[in-house]
């Protein structure tokens, strides 16, 4: 059972790599954050415009060059995190970043659950120089979002 459940998390990752949701530059934003992992040379810039009201996520793009894994996180990130009031992707980032501390171990079954496709990255948080990887994206989207709260 493990090894099937190995498997589907690793042709999620694979399917997200190779269609990448979110990829691309958006040209009207109110936060940018530009990130690289020193270890291995994966970078991304991502933008992310807010509602009026400040509370909601209503556009995000990035554009960046990477393993998979960062990619695949990146894309995963964004179906999770679009249109989701603020609040909601904070939490969804401390849930994520909380899965990569775990170094394989599983959250408990509503955090997963909230994570849909980025509990597929339970098995990466197993190495510890692809987590970096897999974490990059997420903390582009906290510094971009900390910036676009300051201008709305």
């Known amino acids: 059972m493990a090894d099937a459940m190995e498997q589907l998390y690793q042709q999620v990752i694979l399917d997200h790599a190779r269609v990448r949701q979110g990829?691309?530059?958006?040209?009207?934003?109110?936060?940018?954050?530009?990130?690289i992992n020193p270890t291995c040379g994966d970078q991304v810039t991502l933008r992310v415009r807010l509602d009026p009201e400040g509370e909601r996520i209503q556009a995000l793009g990035w554009t960046g060059q990477g393993c998979s894994i960062s990619q695949a996180s990146l894309s995963v990130m964004h179906e999770l995190v679009l249109d989701q009031p603020v609040a909601r992707a904070e939490e969804l980032g401390a849930y994520f970043r909380e899965l990569m501390a775990a170094r394989g171990k599983e959250l408990d079954s509503s955090r997963l659950e909230a994570l849909e496709d980025?509990?597929?990255?339970?098995?990466?948080?197993?190495?510890?120089?692809?987590?970096?990887?897999?974490?990059?994206?997420?903390?582009?989207?906290?510094?971009a979002l900390v910036q676009a709260r300051g201008r709305a």
Do not use: N
């Open 118 to 143: 980025a509990s597929a990255f339970t098995g990466v948080a197993r190495y510890p120089a692809r987590i970096k990887c897999a974490l990059l994206g997420w903390m582009a989207l906290r510094d």
């Open 23 to 35: 990829e691309g530059e958006l040209t009207e934003y109110g936060g940018e954050s530009f990130q």
